[in-house]
């Protein structure tokens, strides 16, 4: 399907646990962000690529790793996962010049660390 | 810090009232600025984007306004219908922040019958 997806969709994992977060979009944007989304705090850049190979730090990137080999994939790795890491977790894709375009959202990981 | 504030947190109105939806930055260096709706439990729907050269946008019911020199946005809904509840954000790119999109807190909407 045309878009952008996540996967999984829910995740259930344990404190100290490495969890992958995967996002894939099929319209070659260059763009990619990771955000997270908690009560009381809204949503907040994790990182962001600019295109493959490029990318760079958002506002709360502690604990996550990112890689982009490929245009239409981003993941987000918790290297060691944490309970402060529990939240629900969107990929946003955008194109245009300097990325700040329309951002268009998936539908959101919901990650639980016990 | 810079900063997008949405203020009602919530608000109910009656089905077929016209409604406006309140978004006001810090800095009138923002660079454009985007709504978006959110169902609960579902992703962010992009709605409008206004560029930082427009004063205002329109899709259908909705028409969203900028004014930088008083840092504030509105969307305006026509007619709303109960389809319409939803939680609606507004998040703009400051000139300052790059590609960082900051975001409000959202006023969740709830229409009713």
């Known amino acids: 399907d045309a878009g952008i997806t996540q996967s999984p969709r829910y995740k259930i994992t344990e404190t100290g646990r490495q969890v992958t977060l995967m996002c894939h979009q099929t319209?070659?944007?260059?763009?990619m962000f990771w955000y997270r989304q908690d009560l009381g705090h809204g949503l907040r850049l994790i990182y962001y690529?600019?295109?493959?190979?490029?990318?760079d730090k958002g506002e709360v990137p502690d604990g996550y790793v990112v890689s982009r080999s490929k245009t239409e994939n981003f993941p987000l790795t918790l290297e060691s996962a944490t309970r402060s890491q529990t939240s629900v977790y969107f990929c946003a894709s955008s194109d245009g010049t300097g990325g700040r375009e329309t951002q268009y959202f998936g539908p959101g990981t919901r990650l639980l660390v016990l | 810090k810079q900063e997008v504030t949405q203020i009602p947190a919530a608000l109910s109105v009656p089905e077929g009232e016209n409604l406006v939806l309140n978004c006001s930055f810090t800095?009138?260096?923002?660079?454009?600025l985007q709504w978006f709706r959110q169902d609960p439990g579902k992703g962010l729907t992009s709605l409008l984007l206004?560029?930082?050269?427009?004063r205002e946008q329109t899709s259908g019911r909705l028409n969203a306004s900028l004014d930088k020199s008083s840092g504030r946005s509105t969307l305006y809904i026509a007619a709303s219908q109960p389809g319409d509840s939803a939680t609606y954000l507004c998040?703009?790119?400051?000139?300052?922040?790059?590609?960082?999109?900051?975001f409000g807190g959202g006023t969740r909407l709830m229409v009713k019958p």
């Open positions: 998040a703009g790119y400051y000139n300052n922040a790059g590609n960082m999109l900051t």
């Open positions: 206004i560029q930082s050269s427009q």
């Open positions: 690529s600019a295109a493959a190979d490029i990318t």
């Open positions: 800095d009138s260096a923002i660079y454009n």
């Open positions: 319209w070659s944007h260059s763009y």
